[in-house]
């Protein structure tokens, strides 16, 4: 079975950065893509960013482009999310989840596995 754990998580004001990690264990790491989703109180899942299995492709949305950058070290067997000027609008609980497969999708359902989620609150 394979276990994502999340780490990194916290409350940092407007304009700062944070950045979150997540092992991967149970299975090798480098078999799957992943991906950082987040979710705000009322609103659904969203896909932030994603990373093939090699690394050499990456995904961002829109509304993080220029500020976050995902990356993994696949001999730590972590993909992390470094979160750069941050908004209160980026407010939400982190997710990280892993896909058995070299491409990353944009929906949620794809995904194999997913962590227990980190919260990351900014304060304007």
């Known amino acids: 079975q394979v276990q994502l754990v999340e780490s990194g998580g916290g409350l940092v004001q407007a304009g700062g950065s944070l950045r979150l990690s997540c092992v991967v264990s149970?299975?090798?790491?480098?078999?799957?893509?992943m991906g950082w989703f987040r979710q705000a109180p009322g609103k659904e899942r969203e896909l932030v960013a994603a990373?093939?299995?090699?690394?050499?492709?990456?995904y961002y949305a829109d509304s993080v482009k220029g500020r976050f950058t995902i990356s993994r070290d696949n001999a730590k067997s972590t993909v992390y999310l470094q979160m750069n000027s941050l908004k209160p609008e980026d407010t939400a609980v982190y997710y990280c989840?892993?896909?058995?497969?070299?491409?990353?999708?944009?929906?949620?359902?794809?995904?194999?596995?997913w962590g227990q989620g980190t919260q990351v609150t900014v304060s304007s």
């Open positions: 989840a892993a896909k058995s497969a070299h491409n990353y999708y944009i929906e949620l359902k794809p995904y194999d596995y």
């Open positions: 149970g299975r090798t790491f480098s078999n799957y893509a």
């Open positions: 990373i093939t299995r090699t690394g050499g492709s990456t």
